[in-house]
């Protein structure tokens, strides 16, 4: 179904068990989830060669994602949260089942992720500034000094 869609996405991340495991076509590769998700438009995915582990697997994407919006680009970004994962996991979760299993297939450059949330922020902060100033400044001149 993935191959009659079109996703458009600069990064879809598959973090479920083997989704860069396929069978092998001659002239074709490997046909994978991760290779559907390419062929629908994805610049890039991340997927797994072999069967994760969850703890692992869900700190090793939040370092991830915490690095890909410091602007990294994706693949320093895998890299940093692999390593990261390896300095802080308890040793006998620093073997390669646990954190190896993730590739990143496709375009590397950083997603850019916009930062309009931070502008409606602070438009958000100085308009109820202003807004509060306003109503203070008519409440005091209303009051019979």
């Known amino acids: 179904e993935l191959y009659n869609m079109e996703i458009p996405t ?3 991340v598959l973090s479920a068990c083997n989704t860069g495991f396929g069978k092998m076509i001659n002239g074709e590769g490997v046909m994978s989830l991760a290779r559907a998700f390419t ?3 994805a610049e890039s995915v991340v997927m797994s060669h072999w069967r ?3 703890k692992s697997s869900s700190t090793i994407m939040q370092y991830f994602y915490k690095y890909l919006a410091e602007g ?3 693949d320093k970004a895998l890299r940093l949260a692999k390593l990261q994962f390896l300095e802080e996991a308890h040793p006998a979760s620093q073997h390669p089942f646990h954190w190896n299993n993730y590739v ?3 375009n590397t450059s950083p997603i850019g992720i916009s930062k309009w949330y931070q502008s409606i922020w602070l438009y958000l902060i100085l308009t109820f500034t202003a807004l509060g100033i306003y109503l203070l400044y008519q409440k005091r001149r209303k009051l019979p000094y």
């Open 72 to 74: 990294k680009s994706k």
């Open 10 to 12: 600069k990064l879809a």
């Open 104 to 106: 990143l297939l496709g």
């Open 52 to 54: 994760v582990d969850d």
């Open 39 to 41: 062929y629908a438009g």
